[in-house]
């Protein structure tokens, strides 16, 4: 296995590429964005040692690395990648590679900012992925809000201020309340290390207080409902790239603290607070579907979309078997190619008529056949067809819902009929039947980078869909020994 400070690259690679576009990049706008492409390029390529390298038979963490941070109160630089973490630092990196090349030529104020902006995320985010000390993770988790923030306030649509401030003001708050449940796990242990805290007994009521703590504060990021509201207004307002990021990366992380935090740590709690996040997450799936299908804007759909898919994946957490976690997993995966995708495709509508209203288009293959095919393949993704990443992770949770109670598995099932309602009927009106408006018949199709950075999605899409073992061989490990740590009792 190597050794080597892969993660420490993985996470700094992105941060210090980005600073000289923020200090030079107003200079040239075609050299800053070369930059940073090759800035998001390398980022990738030093994550993909984490695959090609990973022992998929060890449920250890891997690539770790260990060194005094502020010694006075344990707090250390530890960082470490299991079967859980690690896909998601690749997703990231490969995300943050297509939103620099889907900003091209889309942006045109401060354009080495804005690319800045996502290097650094892209950096903070691989961080949490691998943040084995409390304190790091926190300055982690806390430290994205503000490239976001700024990528929304500064960039975003008309009511972007709004937004931008609803959105940090939604996840600063549910946070807090992680700190003051770190704070005392570190009384407790004397440590900062979240694998120590994973050992802790702590008496049931403090469990639960501690799993509300993680629930408030994870809830708000997947985001659950009845805390999703920032989600619509902040993709509505964001630009193209934020959408991307937002969807298929930040909305992961939430998900990835149950799993990190929350299950192995509080593991009696978790038992006990099942029903009620099984509950809310069936809310997630049921009600919100039905509200997306009456949106007018094609961002609001896809965001409210993405709040129904995320159910499913804290709805896999919470039945406590191995399908359900890794087809949780799968789902968090594909729905990162999928939205992304999705939130490209209206951008590359937007880029052209200005207008994200589904009664502003008709008859778009017409005009453009390229593009009418993507759009409609990843819709069928979203809506679950087999042979796509859609249908294997929400397959997976479904039977995994099944094992655990069969009406639970029936509610969740039954509404995949609903996402497929609320995309097709975007699609429809959007992409078939006669050319019904003057713009449309004027749209251009696809250029070559336009097609390259959907090409690319699709073929994830596709690969996953088609062969998912590589991604649940990685993970299976993990999940078996979560599952038989979360089955101990910690009283």
């Known amino acids: 296995m190597m050794s080597s400070h ?20 107003a200079s040239s706008r075609s050299v800053s964005r070369w930059f940073a492409l090759a800035v998001a390029i390398a980022g990738l390529v030093v994550t993909l040692p984490l695959w090609t390298h990973f022992d998929s038979s060890s449920a250890a963490m891997q690539f770790v690395e260990q060194a005094p941070w502020i010694p006075s109160f344990n707090v250390q630089y530890f960082l470490g990648v299991d079967g859980i973490s690690m896909p998601f630092i690749l ?23 804005y690319m800045g902006a996502f290097l650094i995320m892209s950096g903070l985010m691989n961080g949490i992925f691998c943040a084995l000390d409390g304190v790091l993770f926190y300055v982690f988790f806390e430290s994205s809000l503000i490239p976001m923030y700024l990528i929304i306030g500064i960039w975003g649509g008309p009511n972007r201020v709004y937004a931008a401030i609803k959105f940090f003001l939604y996840t600063l708050m549910g946070s807090l309340l992680m700190l003051v449940a770190f704070i005392y796990l570190f009384a407790h242990s004397g440590s900062f290390n979240v694998l120590d805290w994973q050992q802790l007994q702590i008496p049931g009521k403090v469990q639960q207080l501690i799993f509300i703590a993680f629930l408030l504060s994870f809830a708000v990021k997947v985001p659950m409902w009845p805390v999703h509201t920032w989600l619509p207004d902040a993709h509505v307002e964001a630009p193209t790239g934020g959408s991307v990021v937002l969807a298929a990366i930040a909305l992961k992380l939430g998900a990835y603290g149950f799993l990190r935090f929350s ?39 896809v965001a409210y ?6 159910g499913f994946v804290t709805l896999g957490f919470f039945i406590f078997n191995s399908l359900g ?112 408006n003057r713009h449309v018949a004027k749209l251009s199709d696809i250029g070559g980078r336009e097609f390259l950075v959907l090409g690319l999605l699709a073929a994830c899409v ?21 599952l038989r740590h979360v089955a101990i009792s910690k009283l």
């Open 305 to 310: 979309s993405s709040i129904s898919h995320m």
């Open 325 to 436: 976690i890794e087809g949780a997993l799968v789902q968090m995966i594909s729905h990162g190619f999928v939205s992304a995708a999705m939130f490209l495709c209206i951008g590359v509508l937007y880029d052209r008529v200005h207008s994200r209203q589904i009664a502003d288009y008709g008859g778009v293959i017409n005009t453009m056949p390229k593009f009418g095919a993507l759009f409609v393949f990843f819709a069928m993704a979203n809506s679950g067809l087999p042979a796509t990443s859609g249908f294997v992770g929400e397959f997976m949770v479904a039977l995994g819902a099944v094992k655990f109670n069969f009406w639970t598995g029936f509610v969740a099932a039954t509404t995949l009929i609903v996402g497929a309602a609320y995309t097709l009927w975007m699609v429809k009106r959007v992409v078939f039947g006669a050319v019904a």
């Open 263 to 301: 299950l192995p740590i509080v593991p009696d709690a978790s038992h006990a607070m099942a029903p009620f996040v099984i509950g809310l997450s069936l809310i997630a799936v049921v009600y919100i579907g039905f509200v997306a299908l009456v949106q007018a804007d094609m961002k609001k759909l």
């Open 91 to 113: 997703l990231n990196s490969f995300i943050t590679v297509l939103v620099v090349l889907a900003g091209w030529q889309v942006i045109e104020d401060k354009q080495a900012q």
């Open 462 to 482: 596709l690969a996953l869909g088609l062969y998912p073992f590589p991604l649940t061989e990685v993970m299976h490990a993990s999940v078996d020994n979560l």
């Open 6 to 25: 892969l993660l420490s690259f993985a996470i700094w690679v992105p941060i210090v590429g980005a600073l000289p576009l923020l200090v030079f990049g």
